[in-house]
């Protein structure tokens, strides 16, 4: 697969890029790209990005990670980047997601991880410890909610239905993908400056290389159909269940969160012990939904006190 070639990886690789090695993974029927890092006989750590990012939203914290001795896998996931990207808005199922994550924990030779997710990465990461908990040690999950949880505010919030208003727009064919390809990128660069709530939390050279793996042949539709295939999964259980289902989350859990964050509520911070068993919850006042970008070295240190 071309996604590992020098000539592909070579701008995704800041100076100090002998931290970390490209490799790809063969894992339910997909190739993905991954970035790995570490000792290869720690203790096994997945980063699972978000939307419309790739595995470098992870930079800031694979180094943290390493120096404690982790072993440290960070996959393109399906669809993004260098990762392979199958047709149709089916192969982007959530379920399809998980079965991914459990590929990538046993081409490693472990029955299961530390499973960390921010945005769409946090949202495979909750559905993995509810299906499969057997493959999560911990669970560590920024700016991403609760799968019933956030099935239960929409129901009663129209504020959190207002800030989803994307999800809706990304159900349109064609247009979502016109709209943020539209002027190099405009969307996207707005988007990675503005939302933000530190102003230099994304560099120039962070949102060149956003934007480079985003342009890559099929990347964009990609990661639009994640929300589409989303879509159609909820309204299916809704109708045939009437809600969400078992979300139960048993082992240890940390969820990080911006409280800036213009997409979704913070009160989705709340009432998750009717869910999950072990939460442990904090809140950055002065973070958006980019919270490992705006608060890196805070976001470095949750996590190494909750993955040890």
Request: glycine share 6%; net charge negative; hydrophobic share 45%.
């Amino acid at each position: 697969m071309p996604a590992t070639d020098a000539a592909a990886t070579e701008w995704a690789v800041p100076a100090d890029g002998e931290l970390w090695s490209h490799d790809t993974v063969e894992t339910n029927g997909v190739e993905l790209h991954v970035v790995t890092a570490g000792p290869e006989d720690g203790e096994l750590v997945v980063l699972l990005h978000g939307f419309p990012e790739f595995w470098y939203a992870w930079h800031h914290q694979i180094p943290a990670l390493v120096e404690a001795g982790y072993r440290v896998v960070a996959p393109d996931m399906r669809g993004y980047n260098c990762s392979e990207k199958p047709d149709g808005v089916d192969a982007y199922h959530v379920d399809e997601l998980v079965s991914d994550v459990a590929g990538v924990i046993r081409a490693f030779d472990r029955e299961s991880a530390r499973v960390v997710g921010h945005d769409w990465g946090g949202l495979v990461a909750w559905q993995t410890a509810i299906d499969r908990p057997g493959l999560v040690d911990r669970l560590a999950v920024l700016n991403a909610p609760h799968p019933a949880r956030y099935e239960e505010l929409l129901r009663r919030s129209p504020a959190q239905v207002a800030k989803s208003w994307y999800v809706f727009f990304f159900q349109l064919p064609r247009v979502p993908e016109w709209t943020i390809r539209r002027g190099d990128f405009a969307a996207l660069e707005r988007m990675l400056r503005e939302k933000p709530a530190r102003p230099d939390a994304f560099t120039e050279t962070d949102i060149e290389r956003y934007e480079a793996a985003l342009a890559r042949p099929g990347a964009l539709t990609a990661a639009v159909n994640y929300y589409r295939s989303l879509f159609r999964r909820n309204a299916r259980l809704t109708l045939t269940r009437g809600g969400f289902g078992e979300a139960a989350v048993e082992v240890p859990t940390l969820l990080v969160w911006g409280e800036r964050d213009g997409m979704l509520d913070v009160r989705l911070t709340e009432g998750l012990d009717e869910w999950v068993s072990d939460i442990r919850v904090e809140r950055l006042p002065d973070a958006s939904h980019w919270v490992q970008f705006d608060a890196p070295d805070r976001v470095s240190e949750y996590l190494l006190s909750h993955l040890s």
